[in-house]
């Protein structure tokens, strides 16, 4: 079984500029991924030409089941709002994170994080960029309890805040949220937190250690695979870790190989 995390920057490539939905569907059926969770993912977007790229993904891995997790409304950077509810947005361009399974889905389950109340200084890359102070947006987290050939999975995906300290709490509230679903559980996502934090903070076990940002030469690991240490034996033993170049964002995926 192959779980994998994709920091998708929405599909763009770096070399263009683009989101051309045939790169998109070749780089994420490379992965090749039983479980993968997206971060960064549009649906109903101009700029990636209001497509659903969670649907475009769960087909390029010819994956059953798939869930787009709308953590606002609008587009970030230049206007959104949070959800209302769970339905809310329909028909409106989205922006959030996708999880998707070969293997059966028994329940899905959704929790919002409240954005940080303060805006943070980030560094944008380029001509025109620095230090900037941003608002951060709400963030959200989307479990599924599977049904696998290794027996009952949960599995869950987010996307947690750039704002230091903020981003540990979330994750926190994330672990206690997933305490509630049956074990084993595995997060997978952008936690914004190196390997070292993402490991104390959770209390969880890393299954793959390897730096996947900036793309081109990796220096630090900002996304990871994290197995609750409650029933972690019931897992499978790691087999492989990698996290293979792609055509597409600023982040490489992680994938770890189980079994």
């Known amino acids: 079984m192959r779980l994998a995390t994709f920091n998708m920057l929405h599909g763009r490539s770096l070399t263009d500029g683009l989101v051309d939905p045939a790169r998109l569907t070749t780089a994420i059926g490379a992965l090749d991924a039983d479980v993968l969770a997206l971060q960064e993912v549009d649906r109903d977007q101009r700029r990636s030409g209001n497509l659903d790229l969670t649907a475009i993904a769960a087909h390029a891995l010819r994956a059953p089941h798939h869930r787009f997790a709308a953590a606002v409304v609008g587009t970030p950077g230049e206007h959104f709002r949070p959800l209302r509810h769970d339905d809310d947005g329909h028909g409106e361009p989205c922006y959030g994170i996708g999880l998707i399974s070969r293997h059966p889905v028994r329940s899905w389950h959704v929790t919002r994080l409240k954005a940080a109340p303060v805006r943070s200084p980030v560094y944008v890359p380029g001509p025109r960029g620095g230090l900037i102070l941003l608002h951060d947006e709400p963030r959200v987290v989307v479990a599924a309890v ?17 704002v230091p300290g903020w981003n540990a709490r979330q994750l926190r509230q994330t672990v206690r949220a997933l305490r509630a679903l049956p074990a084993p559980r595995v997060l997978l996502g952008d936690l914004n937190l ?8 959770s209390g969880w076990h890393p299954l793959g250690r390897r730096p996947t940002y900036p793309a081109g030469q990796p220096r630090v690991q900002l996304d990871h695979i994290l197995a609750d240490r409650h ?15 792609s055509t597409i ?11």
């Open 194 to 201: 190196p390997a070292g934090a993402a490991r104390l903070v």
């Open 146 to 162: 599977l049904d696998t050939p290794h027996g009952p999975l949960t599995v869950a995906a987010t996307h947690l805040s750039f």
């Open 231 to 245: 029933a972690l034996q019931q897992l499978p033993p790691v087999r492989a870790v990698t996290t293979p170049p």
């Open 249 to 259: 964002s600023d982040h490489r995926p992680l994938l770890v190989d189980l079994g």
